[in-house]
């Protein structure tokens, strides 16, 4: 018996756990495979130096980098800045990214990675120096057959961009399918930014069916308006929803006529924020989440809905945009009140699913249409929102559960027919 004193140790490191734990009850899972896939099979820290602007000071920073589970392919998950980041945050995320490939079948085992620093207290230059050097510092645990970055919170195409030349240059040529979510001129693929967003409004209409309600005239909430909540507000538009709330770190914005959502991409273009766009009243996080909607979109940073202040959410079907943005209570209170949720791990697999498209496509050197990438991507999504509804129904257990179960029943069943080596 090993200890379980556990470098990773961390308040969200323990959720992904309990939620593991839970549902490997549920499944009755072989023990040994249980004990296995609690921990993380790589995870890495560095700290690295790099140069500020003024060329006299050099600061040190963290990196991580874990690779979850190894079995099932080349490893993927992306790669996140922010003041916070923790190597328990890293490893909770490696494991969520595990179970999302397997939820929507991708040949893929999960990783994350991520810098603990506050990427808008950086100059581009200085982002540039970061993003090479940490690079460099887990060059030979990354590439196309072993394991791929993709962007995350705080991250871009620019930041893959560097990280996909730096890679190359010591490669000495050139090596596109390194990470995913790059620029399309180096091999990115169109329709990746949009990803994540529009395969999260992609299963409203099968949810809005499934609890029985119309998805024309919607009103829609939306938390966060990055690369993802941006996406999925121009989604729900599209499918005739109301978007009436959205918010970012400044602050949020509420009209019960409907945002115009368009004109609030511009604004945010040319300021960097929602705050101060006219066209609505100005609204707090917590008066966003309390509003009166049929359905929740948090689509920025996690547990940001919690034992607090989960009971005010009126929304009937929240769609988890963010990784983990309920806590294992918020998920309880919210479903208790009959609260849809379509969580994360199958919500928001839209961006990997498209990466792996890009890495299918940098492989092969064969590019597809858009077309064929947004066809494609719904394909994937609603059948794995139907096998997942089904293990619903037939388990009598909720979304999160079922979408586990199969992404933990997966992933077992490779492991298991793989066998210990030696
Ligand atoms: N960071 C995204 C996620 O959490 C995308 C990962 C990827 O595309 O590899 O799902």
């Known amino acids: 018996m090993i200890s379980d004193q556990m470098e990773w140790d961390s308040p969200m490191y323990a959720e992904a756990v309990a939620q ?29 130096p790099f140069r500020r602007d003024d ?28 003041e916070d980041v923790n190597l328990g945050e890293v490893a909770a995320l490696a494991m969520l990214m595990t179970w999302k490939c397997a939820i929507v079948g991708l040949p893929f085992g999960g990783a994350k990675g ?14 540039q120096r970061v993003t090479r050097r940490y690079t460099a510092e887990i060059i030979n645990f990354i590439g196309p057959e072993q394991d791929i970055p993709a962007p995350d919170l705080g991250t871009d195409e620019q930041v893959m961009a560097w990280m996909m030349d730096t890679y190359s240059q010591h490669a000495g040529h ?31 209409p099968s ?11 919607a009103r829609v909430v939306i938390h966060g308006f990055g690369n993802v909540g941006r996406y999925a507000a121009i989604a729900a538009t599209e499918l005739g929803c109301s978007v009436i709330a959205v918010s970012d770190i ?54 940001v809905l919690h034992a607090d202040n989960a009971s005010s959410v009126k929304a009937r079907i929240v769609l988890e945009g963010a990784n983990n943005p309920l806590t294992l209570d918020a998920d309880e209170i919210i479903r208790d009140q009959g609260g849809f949720i379509v969580p994360d791990v199958l919500c928001n697999a839209g ?25 494609r991507l719904r394909e994937i999504m609603s059948r794995a929102f139907q096998e997942v509804l ?26 298991l027919v793989r066998g210990v080596y030696p």
């Not at 991520?114 to 982002?127: D, I, K, Q, T, Y």
Request: hydrophobic share 40%; net charge neutral.
């Open 174 to 204: 050139s090596v596109p399918g390194v990470v995913t979510g790059k620029p399309p001129e180096l091999g990115g693929t169109i329709a990746r930014r949009e990803a994540t967003g529009r395969g999260v409004i992609s299963l409203l």
């Open 114 to 127: 991520g810098v603990r620093v506050n990427p808008r207290g950086l100059s581009r230059s200085e982002l």
């Open 390 to 415: 089904a293990i619903a129904e037939d388990k009598k257990v909720d979304m999160r559960t079922a979408a586990l179960i199969k992404g933990i029943k997966r992933v077992t069943d490779a492991k």
């Open 55 to 82: 060329y006299k000071e050099v600061d040190t920073l963290f990196g991580y980098r874990v690779q979850h589970l190894l079995t099932m392919g080349p490893t993927k998950g992306g790669i996140r800045y922010a």
């Open 250 to 303: 400044s602050g949020g914005v509420y009209n019960s006529n409907g945002l115009e959502i368009a004109k609030l991409g511009k604004w945010v273009d040319e300021n960097g924020v929602v705050e101060g766009f006219g066209g609505g009243d100005v609204i707090t996080q917590e008066e966003l989440f309390a509003l009166d909607c049929e359905v929740l979109v948090p689509a920025a940073v996690g547990g």
């Open 20 to 48: 593991f734990e839970n549902v490997s009850e549920v499944m009755n899972l072989d023990d040994n495979v249980r004990e296995r896939l609690k921990r993380p099979q790589r995870a890495m820290v560095v700290t690295f």
């Open 351 to 375: 961006g990997v699913t498209v990466s792996y498209f890009e890495w299918v496509q940098d492989v092969q050197k064969y590019f597809w249409s858009e077309n064929e990438i947004v066809g």
């Open 207 to 217: 949810s809005a069916s499934h609890v029985g309600m119309n998805v024309s005239g």
